[in-house]
T-cell receptor, first 113, second 114 residues
């Protein structure tokens, strides 16, 4: 079963707008990673945020982490049609050994030109 | 550095057959994990190998198995295929396998069972 839930399940916006996706999880974590997936292809790593970090930026991406609420958000600014994809959060938990990731259900983002 | 590679990219098998999928991690990475992705169940962890040892296993039947070689390349095998095994199989590599580092995924192998 999935640890996390992502919200919304689907998001449709116009090019140039910002897109915000949320992820919640259930157990304590070491870190949280965000991935992008285009049309059933492989997962592209976007960003990793550690449990002791609150915010991280990478280009047009901004990720926040609130461990007290067990939630994270991914903000994509000035979206482009090429950002159309599914976005997943994945956690690496304190209670699991090794590199095991637990994924959310994903948000399908559509950016209309 | 080259990314994670997976072969083959597509496979079509019939029920009852077996299949072997291959994953080559990023050079220098010693941890390889496998995941199954289906529309109904999402992304689910199969198992993880580190330095040729299985360190973690998900909740899948014994028909799913894997191994890792001394060069860190990994294979997973599914025996006695069922229709429900149709999925995208993804592998991921990580440098330390501690859970603190980024994990990078390959393009996946799309398995269709008829």
């Amino acid at each position: 079963s999935q640890q996390g839930e992502e919200d919304p399940q689907a998001l449709s916006i116009q090019e140039g707008e910002n897109a915000t996706m949320n992820c919640s999880y259930k157990t304590s974590i070491n870190n949280l990673q965000w991935y992008r997936q285009n049309s059933g292809r492989g997962l592209v790593h976007l960003i990793l945020i550690r449990s002791n970090e609150r915010e991280k930026h990478s280009g047009r991406l901004r990720v926040t982490l609130d461990t007290s609420k067990k939630s994270s958000s991914l903000l994509i600014t000035a979206s482009r049609a090429a950002d159309t994809a599914s976005y997943f959060c994945a956690t690496s938990g304190e209670e699991t050994s090794g590199s095991r990731l637990t994924f959310g259900e994903g948000t399908q983002l559509t950016v209309n030109p | 550095k080259a990314g994670v590679t997976q072969t083959p990219r597509y496979l079509i098998k019939t029920r009852g057959q077996q299949v072997t999928l291959s994953c080559s991690p990023i050079s220098g990475h010693r941890s390889v994990s496998w995941y199954q992705q289906t529309p109904g169940q999402g992304l689910q962890f199969l198992f993880e190998y580190f330095s040729e040892t299985q360190r973690n296993k998900g909740n899948f039947p014994g028909r799913f198995s894997g191994r890792q070689f001394s060069n860190s390349r990994s294979e997973m095998n599914v025996s006695t295929l069922e229709l429900g095994d149709s999925a995208l199989y993804l592998c991921a590599s990580s440098s330390s396998g501690t859970g603190y580092n980024e994990q990078f995924f390959g393009p996946g192998t799309r398995l269709t069972v008829l």
